[in-house]
């Protein structure tokens, strides 16, 4: 069965740093795209970005809200996908979703993992 | 970017009903349009991919159709488990972008 599991949420000032970690299982980790989605308190879904796999040189797409202080990296020999956010915003408070994709474009965004908070607060 | 826009953005329905929800791109889109479910507190489950594919284990009173800038999903007779927010997304472009979300409440 395919388990996703994010890790690494919690509180942080703005301005501040956070790492979050996904660590994958039940399936080949490294053959697979990898996306980030969030999720704001209450509100609707947010693409944050993708890496694609290595045949596809780890290259990554960013949305405009999170380019330049965001970064995604994966290590295939840990089935891990990571997400580094620094220069935080108040506005980046939310649930963090990691998601399978893949190279075929008609098998993105599933499953999804459980999730987790990251809090942006003074 | 394209803009997804659901309507209704809520809708009050009972078991048994027939139940649709539209989808407008702000543009024109290939095929690349999903439909996911989420319940409260839980993660987003993906129901429908490229319009009308069901996803294996989801029952078949869901159906997905449309083409163009026009998607719609359909569930036939609402179940108690189907009180849920509804999510369109497009993966055409990028960015993939998502709908606002449909929640359907009793």
Wanted: some cysteine.
């Amino acid at each position: 069965e395919v388990h996703l599991v994010e890790s690494g949420g919690g509180m942080v000032q703005p301005g501040g740093s956070l790492r979050l970690s996904c660590e994958a299982s039940g399936f080949t980790f490294s053959d697979h795209y990898m996306d980030w989605v969030r999720q704001a308190p209450g509100k609707g879904l947010e693409w944050v970005g993708r890496i694609r796999n290595r045949g596809n040189s780890y290259s990554t797409e960013y949305a405009a809200s999170v380019k330049g202080r965001f970064t995604i990296s994966r290590d295939d020999s840990r089935n891990s996908l990571y997400l580094q956010m620094n220069s935080l915003k108040t506005e980046d408070t939310a649930v963090y979703y990691c998601a399978r994709s893949s190279n075929n474009w008609s098998d993105w965004f599933d499953p999804w993992g459980q999730g987790t908070l990251v809090t942006v607060s003074s | 970017d394209i803009q997804m826009t659901q309507s209704p953005s809520a809708m009050s329905a009972s078991v048994g009903d027939r139940v649709t929800i539209t989808c407008r791109a702000s543009q024109g889109i290939s095929n690349h349009l999903d439909w996911l479910q989420q319940k409260p507190g839980k993660v987003p489950k993906r129901l429908i991919y490229d319009v009308s594919n069901l996803q294996s284990g989801v029952p078949s009173r869901f159906s997905g159709s449309g083409s163009g800038t026009e998607f719609t999903l359909t569930i036939s007779s609402l179940q108690p488990e189907d009180f849920a927010t509804y999510y369109c997304l497009q993966h055409t472009t990028y960015p993939p972008t998502f709908g606002q979300g449909t929640k359907v409440e009793i």
